[in-house]
């Protein structure tokens, strides 16, 4: 597995789209807990991002990742500016100057986002936040030890998502 700057790029447009897309969604559930503004925040935020990062010259991976850092600070109000301005402000520290990443250092830093956002946030697993997709999504990268990760997606696990996945939007 290699993460370069343009795999970066990539995944943060792919990320930009999906906010785009499930903007309403984002919004209908942080009005049912909150202010109601996390979709419309996040994708204005992903959108001035990408648009930056476009602008950008060069495939330091920690430059692109601080970049965006940056932009969220800046543009998304409420807790999710600070926290995943956070997340990738850290990542991009962790991954500064490197032009490829392998496994390994994605996980390290991963890992250094991950207690970035905790710090921030004084939230632990079981908090009902962002940490609790991103402390499994790290274990499973500590679990690895650094080698490729197994690339076939187990069937039951996969028709599990789509089981819980279709109820969910049946029933919203």
């Not at 998304?76 to 392998?102: N, W």
């Not at 996969?158 to 279709?166: A, F, I, K, R």
């Amino acid at each position: 597995m290699s993460i370069t700057g343009p795999t970066v790029r990539d995944w943060l447009h792919a990320f930009a789209d999906g906010v785009a897309e499930r903007r309403a969604e984002l919004t209908k559930l942080d009005t049912a807990i909150g202010d109601g503004d996390h979709g419309t925040n996040m994708d204005r935020g992903m959108r001035k991002a990408v648009e930056k990062l476009d602008a950008q010259e060069g495939d330091d991976i920690g430059a692109l990742l601080k970049t965006v850092g940056m932009t969220l600070v800046s543009t998304v109000g409420g807790a999710a500016g600070p926290l995943y301005g956070t997340l990738f402000l850290q990542l991009g520290t962790k991954s500064g100057g490197k032009e490829e990443l392998d496994l390994a250092g994605w996980t390290e830093a991963l890992g250094a986002a991950v207690t970035g956002v905790q710090a921030r946030g004084k939230a632990q697993a079981g908090d009902k936040t962002m940490l609790d997709a991103l402390l499994p999504a790290l274990e499973a990268l500590q679990a690895a030890k650094g080698e490729d990760l197994v690339d076939h997606q187990d069937p039951g696990a996969t028709s599990t998502h789509m089981l819980l996945d279709t109820a969910a939007k049946a029933f919203a």
